[in-house]
């Protein structure tokens, strides 16, 4: 079974700083998606990013990029001029190609922006 | 497009009583997945329905069960509530049609409270 890993339960970055949020994630399949989601208190989950495996192009969405390692299995996502809304939690989840398997979410990373 | 809704927004029930949680998907997604999220345990898989069959269903006692009508809008019902049934349960509905551009998103949550 896949299993996603963040290994940052909290971090905190200065208002138009940049910070990166790490994630890793086990895998024995070739073909797969990676999300990166956000909850604010809002508790609403918004999609931040999506990258597909067989890209090796990383995806980018405005302030919002990721670094996507497929041999290291890592997929970190680097904010941009961090901005106070964007403090929520972070959660990166796995997607088999495969539709007889579920999303698999990571516990999440709090991020906070300091003023 | 109007998003995922859930209703109710808010509920509290007692312990032994049973719950039913709906979720309406945004127009034309055809798959709803349903999820429990506490703060000790993250964000966990229930069960994803797909044309109104069960395609994928996670590790929850029998407790736990859910539908999906012909319009997709899927309800969630747990029988003989616990206090650990304490939770906001959040529902995500996509199109499920082609894994390379398919996405999750998200309705608002029903935060249950068990007393």
């Known amino acids: 079974a896949q299993t996603v890993t963040q290994s940052q339960p909290e971090m905190s970055v200065q208002e138009a700083e940049t910070v990166t949020l790490s994630c890793t994630y086990d895998?024995?399949?070739?073909?797969?998606?990676l999300f990166w989601y956000k909850q604010p208190p809002s508790r609403q989950m918004i999609l931040v990013i999506r990258?597909?495996?067989?890209?090796?192009q990383n995806a980018t969405e405005n302030r919002f990029s990721v670094n996507f390692q497929k041999a290291a299995k890592s997929f970190s996502l680097k904010i941009s001029d961090s901005q106070l809304g964007d403090a929520a939690m972070y959660f990166c989840a796995y997607r088999s190609d495969n539709y007889g398997q579920n999303f698999v979410f990571g516990p999440g990373t709090r991020l906070s922006v300091l003023p | 497009k109007a998003g995922v809704t859930q209703t109710p927004r808010y509920l509290i029930k007692t312990r032994g009583q049973q719950v039913t949680l709906s979720c309406s998907p945004i127009?034309?997604?055809?798959?709803v997945s349903w999820y429990q999220q506490t703060p000790g345990q993250g964000l966990q898989f229930l069960f994803e329905?797909?044309?109104?069959?069960?395609?994928n269903k996670g590790n929850f006692p029998g407790r736990f069960s859910g539908r999906q009508f012909s319009n997709s809008r899927s309800e969630m019902n747990v029988s003989t509530l616990e206090l650990g049934d304490s939770a906001l349960y959040l529902c995500a509905s996509s199109l499920a049609t082609d894994p390379s551009t398919d996405t999750q998103y998200f309705g608002p949550g029903t935060r249950l409270t068990v007393l």
């Open positions: 127009s034309g997604h055809r798959s």
């Open positions: 329905y797909f044309s109104e069959t069960q395609r």
């Open positions: 990258q597909e495996a067989y890209k090796q």
């Open positions: 895998t024995s399949e070739s073909d797969y998606y």
